[in-house]
């Protein structure tokens, strides 16, 4: 089942920009609180997840809207994680493992392994909310890459100070499928001899693409239009070959300092389930909006819960390792 939430971000920011509070007078009924999970499952690896509940706005304290500080009235966020759920997994239909409680990291690992074409359902029951059923079908095609290409690249600025990016060149090509959906998922890593960060998406920058709206779907000039969870559709390059080069920061000298680290990780493709694409896809855009435009509606790809459960099927197209 797929929920709708409706996310109202013109008042949010409204408020937050003049800092001050304001009592709404709402006599409507709000959602009963769910279940919260994120999760893609891959054939031969290991299923684990982390389960979180949802709450009334305001509830926890995320630091990440507005410039108010927090109420003490709100709750940290690490309180909305769930531990004691009962989550089973079934394999083709046979309960195969149960367990009662998550791992130390907060996370419900199961040892049973899925494999190749086999469909896997996971249902969780915690207190008396609704219990929610995700389900993943692991029979996905393994994407063709025809061509692939990762660079380092640099540059200075109009005040002498150098910039160091990663160029990354792709090409997909699509079996012809009514319906194929695909992640670009950058693993790379920057380490200094201060820290070590990873690089993603949010950091990115499209350069060049061989058929217009595909990295890029922004549906409003009012949106921004990072990909920041690289999700694509084939439905402007069913059965052809779709071109992409985009750039991702890597790190800003000024002038008079020099560079020095390095690069390494990989570049994965996979083919995604519907769902997971639906719901990677409209919560970018909810992060990429702003108060001028309309609600975004959040398509979740998980019954009775928020968020998805949906298969996956990646490869690795470039290994990385630069040092400079």
């Known amino acids: 089942m797929k929920t709708i939430k409706y996310i109202l971000l013109g008042l949010i920011v409204m408020f937050a920009l003049y800092g001050c509070e304001y009592e709404i007078d709402y006599k409507g009924e709000l959602p009963k ?13 290991v299923i ?21 500080k927090a109420s003490n009235s709100q709750k940290d966020i690490s309180s909305a994680y769930v531990t004691d759920a009962k989550a089973e997994l079934y394999i083709d239909g046979i309960l195969k493992q149960t367990l009662l409680q998550a791992s130390n990291n907060n996370k419900y690992t199961f040892t049973a392994i899925p494999r190749d074409n086999q469909k896997v359902e996971i249902k969780l029951n915690y207190k008396d909310y609704a219990q929610a059923i995700g389900k993943a079908n692991l029979n996905l095609p393994m994407p063709d890459i025809d061509s692939s290409n990762v660079i380092l690249q640099s540059g ?10 990663l160029v990354v060149y792709l090409e997909i090509r699509d079996n012809g499928n009514e319906e194929n959906y695909y992640q670009i998922e950058p693993n790379i890593y920057y380490a200094t001899n ?20 595909v990295f890029q779907e922004n549906s409003s000039t009012f949106e921004s239009n990072i990909n920041r969870f690289g999700v694509i559709s084939n439905k402007k390059f069913r059965a052809g ?5 985009f750039a991702l920061s890597v790190d800003y000298v000024f002038t008079g300092e020099k560079a020095n680290g390095r690069i390494y990780g990989n570049i994965k493709v996979a083919s995604i389930e519907k769902q997971a694409y639906s719901y990677l896809f409209t919560l970018n855009r909810y992060y990429n909006s702003s108060y001028m435009n309309e609600p975004v509606i959040i398509l979740d790809g998980i019954e009775n819960a928020y968020g998805f459960i ?9 290994n990385v390792n630069l040092i400079f």
């Open 33 to 45: 609180d769910k279940l919260v999970v994120a999760s893609f499952i891959e054939a031969d690896s």
């Open 48 to 68: 684990s997840f982390s389960l979180y509940k949802s709450a009334k706005p305001g509830t926890y304290n995320s630091g990440s809207i507005g410039f108010e």
């Open 156 to 165: 200075t600025d109009e005040y002498g100070n150098t910039y160091y990016r």
């Open 194 to 213: 201060y820290d070590e960060r990873k690089i993603d998406l949010r950091d990115s920058e499209l350069l060049w693409e061989n058929i217009q709206g």
């Open 241 to 245: 070959v779709y071109r992409v080069k």
């Open 310 to 318: 949906g298969g996956k099927k990646s490869r690795i197209v470039k």
